[in-house]
């Protein structure tokens, strides 16, 4: 009995959490309040460069949120050509024909060659999926405005020696009018969370940058990355993006959240201090990060192995320590540092680093929750653990070894429940419960009424899911 109450409490928190997802958290911004200039954007740094290191070898894993049109098709900001992820099995492989690239090109930065040991290098804040003749052809250049003497034009990317005024005529990347307020925002993230990269950028680089923190853009540069900010204004492509890094990643793009804090860096606003509004800035006690429903992917690694994934505890405010706990579905596969995390820490600016390892002993698609609750907060944060286990990490897996319990074909979601009457809830990118039902302990199926991207909360998980009601 006992259990099926702590079970209980825990669906409940679920739900509590989904009714606000997709919002800015309240107390992540808590440190911007009453900064302006060198000083907000010191602040924002702060905040932004505390985050989980995602592995280059899993990006495809998170393209298939983060870039996906509602069609179910790769949304690549290079190019026009129409492609498709690869069916969503227990392998997430690259699409043919596309590359994973850095907006902010890696070359601009020391160390040289820039690796996983680098937090910029797997930013998924500035990597995308790309057409790659695009790719190649856009290089390492520069940002900046072409005219009609180009080398390269697919009707997305230009390449091009640069027009802008005040600029060098070097050779640049123009991307479509549709997508420079969406350049201009990963850059101003770039130099805002990488400020401490000052003194390594290098010569590339040095043509839109210098080497101080503030303000880091070359006058032109500034003059330009402002004007496609302006011109071209936070879409809901770029919110939704966000809110899908920000469960992956565990920090956001500001100047997504608040496009006028360009303004009080770079712009007409540098006069004034910010004001945070009074929304989400934190008076109670909250956990800032790990953002309810993360999906940590330790990605596919060999039986009997381990590798472990970092997870930042934030908070504000807490009265207590923290406690941490795995729960349901392949736990024992799983393990975490620590039980508790004090208060003290957690409350601090860096947080407070939760090594969690994945070491699976069988064949298959591992998964359990991590909770983390008390220290005087109110609810939960559940943080959704996933690993695959195949033979030489090669993503084969044997035959009935693959998760049994949700499958997807054209627009129909196909689910079984573990026990007759377990509930099974369904929700839209947003957090918008679409559809819930008790389960039967058969398969059953529900009908999507759109494309686009689908949460399962289904025997214990937290499942997301693309649906291509098209194909």
Not at 171 to 177: G, I, L, T, W
Not at 403 to 420: G, K
Request: aromatic share 14%; net charge negative.
């Amino acid at each position: 009995m006992m259990k099926k109450i702590i079970i209980s409490g825990i669906f409940l928190i679920f739900a509590l959490q989904l009714s606000v997802f997709g919002q800015i958290p309240v107390g992540y911004y808590n440190s911007v309040d009453e900064k302006q200039k060198s000083e907000l954007k010191t602040a924002l740094h702060k905040i932004l460069k505390e985050h989980t290191v995602l592995r280059y070898n899993n990006l495809w894993y998170y393209f298939r949120t983060t870039d996906v049109k509602p069609d179910g098709s790769v949304w690549d900001m290079y190019s026009s050509n129409v492609r498709y992820y690869n069916p969503p099995t227990n392998s997430y492989s690259s699409v043919s024909g596309m590359d994973r690239e850095h907006s902010l090109p890696k070359s601009w930065w020391n160390p040289s060659p820039a690796n996983e040991k680098d937090n910029a290098y797997t930013d998924l804040n500035h990597l995308y999926p790309s057409d790659n003749q695009a790719n190649m052809a856009k290089s390492n250049n520069m940002l900046g405005v072409t005219g009609s003497s180009l080398s390269f034009n697919n009707g997305v990317t230009k390449i091009g020696p640069n027009v802008y005024p005040g600029g060098p005529s070097q050779r640049a990347f123009e991307p479509a009018d549709e997508y420079k307020g969406d350049f201009a925002r990963i850059y101003m993230y770039m130099v805002t969370c990488y400020e401490d990269y000052a003194q390594q950028w290098r010569t590339e680089s040095l043509y839109m940058f210098n080497k101080e923190t503030y303000p880091v853009f070359q006058n032109w540069s500034k003059n330009m990355i402002l004007e496609w900010h302006r011109a071209d204004p936070v879409s809901q492509k770029e919110r939704d993006r966000n809110e899908e890094v920000f469960r992956y990643q565990n920090n956001r793009n500001p100047f997504i959240d608040f496009p006028q804090l360009a303004e009080y860096i770079w712009g007409d606003s540098v006069s004034y201090t910010f004001k945070l509004p009074d929304q989400y800035y934190a008076h109670e006690a909250v956990l800032v990060t790990p953002v309810n429903l993360t999906d940590l992917y330790f990605g596919e690694i060999q039986k009997n192995s381990e590798v472990s994934q970092t997870v930042v505890l934030k908070g504000l405010n807490l009265t207590g320590n923290v406690s941490i706990m795995l729960w349901g579905g392949n736990a024992g596969y799983f393990n975490i540092s620590s039980k508790t995390a004090p208060a003290n820490i957690v409350n601090s600016e860096e947080g407070y680093d939760l090594e969690v390892f994945y070491n699976p002993k069988e064949y298959g698609e591992h998964t359990t929750t991590l909770i983390i609750q008390d220290g005087g907060m109110k609810g939960s944060s559940v943080v959704y653990l996933k690993g695959i286990c195949s033979e030489n990490g090669s993503g084969i897996i044997p035959i009935g070894a693959q998760s049994p319990d949700l499958y997807v074909q054209n627009d129909i979601i196909n689910f079984r429940t573990y026990a007759p009457n377990d509930r099974v809830s369904i929700y839209d990118s947003l957090g918008k419960l679409i559809h819930s039902e008790k389960g039967t302990g058969q398969w059953q199926e529900f009908k999507c009424p759109q494309s686009g991207i689908y949460i399962i909360q289904l025997n214990g998980k937290a499942l997301k899911t693309v649906v291509n009601a098209n194909k």
